[in-house]
């Protein structure tokens, strides 16, 4: 994606003229994508690739933005607001773009990347984390030797995110607006809160199931509540080194599962879909599965890096959603880290 800044009648149009885009490729940012990223980040600073308003605008070519904030400062609070929110989002999908093109009495200067970026074809992941079963709700550990049905509370939930994506796609360029709405063929778990998810999202694509999309082992923790861990003297140590582990520890067997360390759960998933993402020439890939998956392909194979804080892994656990809710954006074919 090329990001073209620049104030008013400062060339812009002119110099996107000769890329030769098609008109369907380009974005021209609005009042209300910044009022969108804004609420997005709420009170706390939102890192770029995290946000689903900016991966949506990044999925066109090439993206004209205002550059504000060179002159005079606003009186009205309104007036400052709206030139706030305008800044954040230029910085952020700044830092989401392969180049980025600054407009003066027009004349371009590249200040970041190269325009060559055009020829390369990027490729997304759209990974749904499923909805709701009763052991979310009770907040239990719920792994791959837990096979739930998903809830009432979680239908409801998939209902909603049908209809929020369908306004999340129409913003998106058209050539993956399509790819989103109306995939040929989805990659799923074969746990059945998957495989439900799918077919309230996507009843009429092709599935195609991925054993090692499974969530995580979570051995003698499965389906108990980290309240019933710690207040059990059978489990209480051992949890606890657990949880001061940062939750890298391989998790203890049980009589039903042998229990998975956190290194192993990351190899498994990036492995299957690294030879799927190898094979497969689709623009967009559309995976359903659990929120362990949903971070672990983002985390290895996303582009963007999370910054690590105060010793706890969110280049990981930072792409963690809510049940029934999905992470979109560029991926690399090969783990980035």
Same mark, same amino acid.
């Given at each position: ?5 620049g104030?008013?009648? =400062?060339g812009r $149009?002119?110099?996107?003229? =000769?890329l030769h885009?098609?008109?369907?490729s380009v974005?021209?940012l609005?009042a209300?994508d910044?009022?969108?990223?804004a609420?997005e980040?709420g009170?706390k600073?939102?890192?770029?690739p995290? =946000?689903?308003?900016?991966s949506?605008i990044?999925?066109f070519d090439a993206?004209?933005?205002?550059e504000m !904030?060179l !002159?005079i400062?606003?009186?009205e609070h309104e007036n ?5 929110e305008n +800044? $954040?989002?230029?910085?952020a999908?700044a830092?989401?773009?392969d180049c980025v093109?600054?407009? &003066?009495? +027009?004349i371009p &200067?590249v ?7 055009l020829q390369k074809?990027? $490729? /997304?992941?759209l990974?749904f *984390?499923?909805?709701?079963t009763?052991?979310n709700v ?7 030797a ?6 009432g509370?979680g *239908?409801e939930?998939l209902?909603? %995110?049908?209809?929020?994506?369908? &306004?999340?796609?129409?913003n998106?360029?058209?050539a993956?607006?399509e790819?989103?709405?109306f995939?040929?063929k ?12 799918a077919?309230?999202l996507?009843?009429?694509a092709?599935?195609?199931?991925v054993?090692?999309f499974?969530?995580?082992?979570f051995g003698l923790?499965?389906?108990? &509540?980290a309240d019933?861990?710690?207040s059990?003297e059978?489990?209480r140590a051992t949890?606890?080194?657990f949880v001061?582990? +940062?939750?890298?520890?391989k998790c203890?067997?049980s009589?039903k599962?042998?229990g @998975? ?5 990351l190899?498994r %998933?990036a ?8 094979e497969?020439?689709? @623009? ?9 998956t949903?971070m672990s392909?983002? =985390?290895?194979?996303?582009p /963007?890096?999370?910054?690590e804080?105060? !010793?706890?892994?969110s280049?990981y656990? +930072?792409w963690?959603t809510?049940c029934?809710?999905? *992470?979109?954006?560029i991926?690399?074919? %090969?783990?980035?880290?």
């Open positions: 994606m090329i990001l073209i800044l104030g008013v009648h =400062s $149009r002119a110099f996107l003229e =000769s885009l098609a008109p369907e974005y021209e609005k209300e910044a009022r969108a990223f609420v980040c009170k600073a939102l890192e770029a995290l =946000s689903l308003t900016c949506r990044a999925s993206v004209i933005a205002t !904030g !002159g400062i606003p009186l400052r607001r709206l030139r706030e +800044g $954040r989002l230029n910085i999908l830092s989401l773009a093109v600054l407009m &003066t009495a +027009g &200067t200040i970041k990347g190269s325009l060559n970026c074809k990027s $490729r /997304y992941l990974v *984390r499923h909805g709701a009763e052991a009770e907040k239990r550990y719920a792994g791959a837990s096979d739930l049905d998903l809830c509370a *239908r939930q209902e909603r %995110t049908k209809e929020y994506l369908q &306004t999340f796609a129409e998106c360029s058209p993956i607006r790819k989103i709405l995939p040929k989805i990659y799923l778990s074969p746990m059945k809160r998957a495989l439900q998810t077919q309230i996507y009843p009429q092709e599935q195609c199931l054993e090692d499974r969530e995580m082992d923790f499965e389906n108990h &509540t019933e861990l710690f059990d059978k489990t949890y606890q080194a001061d582990s +940062g939750a890298k520890m203890p067997p009589d599962s042998p @998975e360390s956190m290194d192993d759960f190899r %998933t492995d299957a879909f690294e030879k799927l993402a190898r497969s020439s689709e @623009e967009v890939m559309i995976v359903i599965a659990h929120g362990g949903q392909l983002f =985390s290895q194979f996303s /963007y890096s999370l910054e804080q105060s !010793g706890d892994v280049s656990y +930072g963690q809510d029934a809710s999905f *992470r979109f954006g991926i690399s074919v %090969t783990k980035s880290r």
